[in-house]
Structures are given as C-alpha cells and as structure tokens.
T-cell receptor, first 115, second 112 residues
Framework: AQSVTQLDSQVPVFEEAPVELRCNYSSSVSVYLFWYVQYPNQGLQLLLKYLSGSTLVKGINGFEAEFNKSQTSFHLRKPSVHISDTAEYFCAVSGGETSGSRLTFGEGTQLTVNP | NAGVTQTPKFRILKIGQSMTLQCTQDMNHNYMYWYRQDPGMGLKLIYYSVGAGITDKGEVPNGYNVSRSTTEDFPLRLELAAPSQTSVYFC???????????FGQGTRLTVV
C-alpha cells in the first residue's frame, strides 16, 4: 500500500516569487510519482511525472520537481509564479509496473498567487 | 479529440433515488477509473477497470457499481443515493502504468 502527504494545504505567494509545494510519500515498492493541477471547475491535468532516471523532472508551465528517494519526497517548484498559476495541486503515486496504474492522491495544496 | 467525456455535469438527487453517471473516452485506453473528490480529501478511487469486461473495487466502492462492456464506456451506478454521496465525481483513463491519466470535467452531485 502507498500513501501521499502534502504538507501544506494552502500556499499564498506574491506574483513573480518562487514557490515550493511539498509532497512526501510512503510505499513498500518502487513507485511512479506525479503532480497534477486542477483549475477551478475543471478536471485534473498532468504537470509532470517521475518514472526513473534523472531525479529532476521538468513539466509544463515552468514547473519542475525533484525526486529524493532517501527522504521519500517529490517537491514541486517554480522559480517565478504568475497569477494564472492559482489552482489546486495534487501529488500522486502509483505502484509502478508491479502494482498497476491506480493513482493514490494527496489531499491537495491550494496555491494562490496574489498581485 | 474529445478525451474523457462525462455526463451530466450537475445533478441533484433525492435520498433513495438512483442514477448512472456516464463516462466515455475516445483514446482507446484500456485503463479507466472513477474517483470522488471531497473538499480537503484529495481524490479517492471508487472503481477501476483494466479492460473491457474487467472491473475491480477501489478504496471507497460501497454504494456504487460499475460495468465495462466496451473499451470506450465506463458508467458508474449509484443505487439508493445517500447524503454521504454528495461529491464531485471524476472519470479518468490511461494507456498504461507509466502514462498520464486523463480526467473528465467532473460531475457535481448533490443528494438531498
């Protein structure tokens, strides 16, 4: 079984400031890690994913995340945010090749970018 | 390319009523899922399917049923609606274990 903890439920930042959204996971098997974004009244869309290889992964809209196996973390970062980045962000884990494609989600982090 | 399409977008049910949430995808994905989203709780998996004719329970299956007669369609049935089923429901699909999961726009259900 796996679980995901997003350490901040709300993150307010000013426009053009850097931001980090924190995610820790636990699993007894190798996992795949994902970040999804949800804009108001919409479904989720993929920002980026880590499967294997380089621990720094780049996604859409200037976001990146770093996989840290020893700390079981997968924090999401952006060096300079825009008003349009205001949304809810979800970290998710799947069990990889051995455990299938079902995603386990964290509780979400609401990012609010203020002018 | 429509992706994952859910209907209806909104619905109000009375306690004890039944309904089916429709979901169809046009990406020829084998994997399909139903999640519910409650405020501050993230998304919880209700049921999933790895291919036509195959379904299995997720984390919160009680009060729901599914079927998968075709690759494209994965309807979710609510029998005897209860207030605890008030939620936003998302249908999703994916190609494989390392692929992105694509989500529909959601169905906002209120049970009164």
């Amino acid at each position: 079984a796996q679980s995901v903890t997003q350490l901040d439920s709300q993150v307010p930042v000013f426009e053009e400031a850097p931001v980090e959204l924190r995610c820790n996971y636990s699993s007894s098997v190798s996992v795949y890690l994902f970040w999804y974004v949800q804009y108001p009244n919409q479904g989720l869309q993929l920002l980026l994913k880590y499967l294997s290889g380089s621990t720094l992964v780049k996604g859409i809209n200037g976001f990146e995340a770093e996989f840290n196996k020893s700390q079981t973390s997968f924090h999401l970062r952006k060096p300079s945010v825009h008003i349009s980045d205001t949304a809810e962000y979800f970290c998710a884990v799947s069990g990889g090749e051995t455990s299938g494609s079902r995603l386990t989600f964290g509780e979400g982090t609401q990012l609010t970018v203020n002018p | 390319n429509a992706g994952v399409t859910q209907t209806p977008k909104f619905r109000i049910l009375k306690i004890g009523q039944s309904m089916t949430l429709q979901c169809t995808q046009d990406m020829n994905h084998n994997y399909m899922y139903w999640y519910r989203q409650d405020p501050g709780m993230g998304l919880k998996l209700i049921y999933y399917s790895v291919g036509a004719g195959i379904t299995d329970k997720g984390e919160v299956p009680n009060g729901y049923n599914v079927s998968r007669s075709t690759t494209e369609d994965f309807p979710l049935r609510l029998e005897l609606a209860a207030p605890s089923q008030t939620s936003v429901y998302f249908c999703a699909s994916s190609y494989g274990v390392s692929s992105a999961t694509f989500f529909g726009q959601g169905t906002r259900l209120t049970v009164v």
